[in-house]
């Protein structure tokens, strides 16, 4: 309820809300939203830019302002190139898998059968699990020694000996993507069902009165009606597989040989196991460019579908 002033003069209240401008009153309302959010946000993100620009180490004790150096530091790291390819590939082999099978996912679970409800629930066990779960699993599934997979790739002749999915440059990242795309794919098919049920129905029996297969349903009605919906999703998705951490801490802690290192484990040992905050910060408002970069670019796109569409 509005609280009732004096501004008249006259001794008679007004209500505050009539007081003052519609435009001042609504940002006064919005006043603790936006300092609750600059406290968990803009604070953090302004402190580690600050610090990105120091020498800070608790090692060394310094706190000096030494401007660009961390960056140019960056600029020569290898080990922080690596990281940046790997993440990368990670987000690109990732989203497009998720996507694609999430949207095969969502089809069938559009249309009416028997079980519908139920399948619907069972298909989100996945995504409820914790990651850290969901990486023991696949630690145990995909055991160099006593795996289940080594096990039926054994016995159904496809391989001759065990193979060290973990253990080897070659195979680590892939098992990685598989446990990704296994526990995040529901996420994306429920997204794109809420953009499928969307679509009139109406549309889609006329195209089939007039003779229209699925394909070409699919391909002329759905999927650009689809196409915002896919487009949020697959940036939701991006962003998020872009800060993988803890399925790749868990699994590989960066190894064998770096093979796996992405941006989150590498901020993170630099931080945390050689107390660099200052290069640490560096690497970190680095990942946070380009996720940057990342966003712009699904966006502009997205603008630009919406744009064609009208």
Not at 153 to 182: C, F, K, P, R
Request: proline share 4%; hydrophobic share 50%.
């Amino acid at each position: 309820m509005s609280a009732a002033v004096d501004v008249s003069g006259t001794g008679r209240p007004r209500r505050l809300g009539k007081a003052l401008p519609g435009a001042l009153w609504a940002l006064l309302l919005l006043t603790p939203a936006f300092v609750s959010l600059a406290s968990v946000s803009f604070y953090p993100i302004v402190n580690g830019l600050y610090l990105s620009l120091t020498n800070t180490s608790l090692i060394t004790q310094d706190q000096d302002f030494t401007g660009f150096a961390n960056y140019v530091q960056l600029w020569g790291d290898a080990q922080f190139w690596n990281a940046w390819w790997h993440t990368m590939w990670f987000t690109l082999a990732s989203t497009t898998l998720e996507t694609v099978i999430g949207l095969g996912m969502a089809l069938i679970l559009c249309e009416a059968f028997k079980g519908r409800g139920l399948v619907r629930a069972a298909m989100l066990v996945p995504w409820a699990m914790p990651t850290v779960v969901t990486s023991k699993m696949f630690g145990w599934l995909f055991d160099g020694q006593n795996g289940i997979i080594n096990y039926i790739l054994l016995h159904a002749g496809l391989i001759e000996q065990n193979v060290n999915w973990y253990g080897s440059t070659q195979t680590a990242m892939t098992t990685i993507i598989i446990a990704d795309v296994w526990k995040t794919t529901p996420f994306m098919a429920l997204l794109l069902l809420t953009g499928l049920q969307t679509v009139p129905n109406s549309l889609i029996e006329a195209a089939r009165m007039d003779g229209a297969k699925g394909w070409i349903t699919f391909w002329y009605i759905r999927l650009p009606l689809l196409m915002p919906t896919l487009l949020i999703a697959g940036l939701f998705r991006a962003l998020d597989a872009f800060r993988v951490f803890d399925l790749v801490y868990v699994l590989t802690g960066g190894g064998p040989a770096d093979s796996t290192e992405t941006l989150s484990t590498l901020s993170y040992k630099v931080l945390f196991s050689t107390l660099q905050f200052g290069y640490g910060a560096a690497v970190s408002t680095a990942m946070f460019v380009t996720e940057g970069i990342i966003a712009l670019v699904f966006c502009l796109y997205l603008v630009r579908q919406i744009r064609r569409a009208q």
